[in-house]
């Protein structure tokens, strides 16, 4: 059996209010402090799997590579996997909330599942990607695994292992 640990990626390097799913970003300078809580309370890991982005990878690298490092391999680089990227929202990108059109944010609203934004993917894709991911995921032999990764990720996987509909995790606080 597979014991999972879902982190998010430490606080990026945005201002608040900004829409930025897929946006490729740095991290706070709090990264360092961040990523250090993080370390304390991992356990022996067999394996670290990231999102491609520079806000997971960061905190991915430095997990894998700090010289008190939990990971239990000759192998301390994490491995990549795109279907761990946080939900696409296109031509919302970099755009302030408030500023994104009305109408395309109550359609959103009404369909959370299914609304795409011009460019971007709905939930109900980042569900099946995750779920695709997943199901990879178990055939694998390592056990103890950390996949570090984003907000919308995290509920999706949660949302799958828990059989809730990914709806219901839309409340759930995810931390970075």
């Given at each position: 059996?597979?014991?999972?640990?879902?982190?998010?990626?430490?606080?990026?390097?945005i201002v608040p209010g900004i829409c930025y799913g897929q946006l490729d970003m740095g991290v706070a300078k709090s990264f360092a402090e961040e990523a250090a809580n993080v370390?304390?309370?991992?356990?022996?890991?067999d394996l670290i799997i990231t999102s491609p982005l520079l806000r997971t990878r960061k905190l991915a690298d430095f997990l894998a590579q700090?010289?008190?490092s939990k990971l239990q391999t000759a192998?301390?680089?994490?491995?990549?996997?795109?279907?761990?990227?946080?939900?696409?929202?296109?031509?919302?990108e970099?755009?302030?909330w408030n500023e994104i059109e009305r109408n395309e944010i109550d359609a959103w609203a009404t369909d959370v599942m299914?609304?795409?934004?011009?460019?971007?993917?709905s939930a109900h894709q980042v569900m099946l990607r995750v779920e695709e991911f997943l199901s990879d995921l178990a055939q694998l032999p390592q056990r103890n695994i950390?996949?570090?990764?984003?907000?919308?990720?995290?509920?999706?996987?949660?949302?799958?292992?828990?059989?809730?509909?990914?709806?219901?995790?839309?409340?759930?606080?995810?931390?970075?």
């Open positions: 059996m597979q014991t999972l640990y879902l982190i998010r990626h430490t606080q990026p390097d370390l304390n309370w991992l356990p022996a890991l700090t010289a008190n192998n301390r680089k994490p491995q990549t996997d795109v279907r761990l990227m946080e939900k696409h929202f296109g031509i919302w970099g755009r302030a299914n609304y795409a934004p011009t460019g971007g993917e950390a996949l570090v990764t984003h907000g919308g990720s995290i509920r999706a996987i949660l949302a799958h292992l828990s059989k809730v509909p990914l709806a219901d995790t839309l409340r759930w606080q995810i931390d970075y």
